[in-house]
């Protein structure tokens, strides 16, 4: 795979608006639908099946460097950011942004979807059934955080996710409010997505086979396509989520990533 096509530009221009509309109406993270689309597209476009699960989860990690600087922005603008939990979970989240990238280098491209399909249907569980963690009314501490911050970076690294379906029950178990959990669940992504992103530059780096284009197993074509359409129609799908029923929406997502993952772990059978 050398040389990238109108056809091809067209694919990832057309996956940012997806994103973002999906983004926008679902009020979910981008990863949850960077990463699915990106695993049909990619082979389509010629990158080698072995190099496809990791190229995927690092340019989705890369996508939401930039989409989640202005979400926590607008977090911050309204007071639904624990800086104190943001600045004693940051460590461990960075060590396990770091973590995950190096374990994904050494994960074959298989067991690496599995693992996504598999976090796609527990996700749609949860979305479904409404799972919450009963409160717990302690306050954790320095150490818990971090210590929770790296699992929940290792493990979103390897899924390609700003980490938000994870953080927020976390946030939620210690009684953060909601709004509270979400605004800060937004800011951990940020330094969660670049340790990732960067911990995939550098295990990418001379990964033979890559694509043309590619900085380490990012693939900047799919980031630019994706960042540079979503912003424009995320707008547009938070007006429409403002017309459709939110429980239909939901269970709408959650059928999506159903499907998605029934897809992925079947297609090893």
Do not use: C
Request: avoid cysteine.
């Amino acid at each position: 795979m050398t040389e990238l096509g109108l056809l091809d530009i067209s694919l990832f221009l057309a996956t940012g608006a997806l994103v973002g509309l999906l983004a926008g109406m679902l009020g979910v993270g981008g990863g949850l639908i960077v990463v699915p689309t990106l695993l049909y597209i990619l082979p389509l476009i010629g990158v080698p099946e072995i190099l496809v699960t990791h190229i995927t989860i690092a340019t989705s990690l890369a996508t939401i460097v930039i989409t989640s600087t202005s979400s926590v922005r607008a977090h911050h603008q309204h007071g639904a950011v624990n800086w104190w939990v943001f600045k004693a979970m940051t460590p461990g989240i960075i060590l396990g942004g770091f973590i995950g990238s190096i374990m994904a280098n050494y994960l074959h491209s298989t067991v690496l979807k599995s693992i996504f399909g598999i976090f796609a249907l527990l996700i749609a569980t949860q979305m479904i059934f409404k799972f919450r963690p009963a409160p717990n009314t302690k306050e954790p501490g320095k150490k818990t955080l971090a210590f929770a911050g790296t699992l929940i970076g290792s493990f979103s690294t390897l899924v390609g996710i700003g980490g938000g379906s994870l953080t927020v029950p976390y946030l939620t178990f210690w009684n953060t409010s909601m709004s509270r959990a979400v605004g800060t669940s937004s800011a951990i992504g940020l330094p969660l997505s670049i340790a990732g992103t960067i911990g995939f530059i550098v295990t990418g780096w001379d990964v033979p086979l890559r694509p043309s284009f590619s900085l380490g197993y990012v693939y900047l074509p799919a980031f630019l396509g994706i960042v540079l359409v979503s912003s424009f129609t995320a707008p547009i799908g938070a007006r429409l989520a403002q017309k459709l029923p939110g429980k239909v929406l939901s269970r709408l997502f959650a059928l999506f990533l159903i499907i998605i993952g029934l897809d992925i772990l079947l297609s090893f059978t």
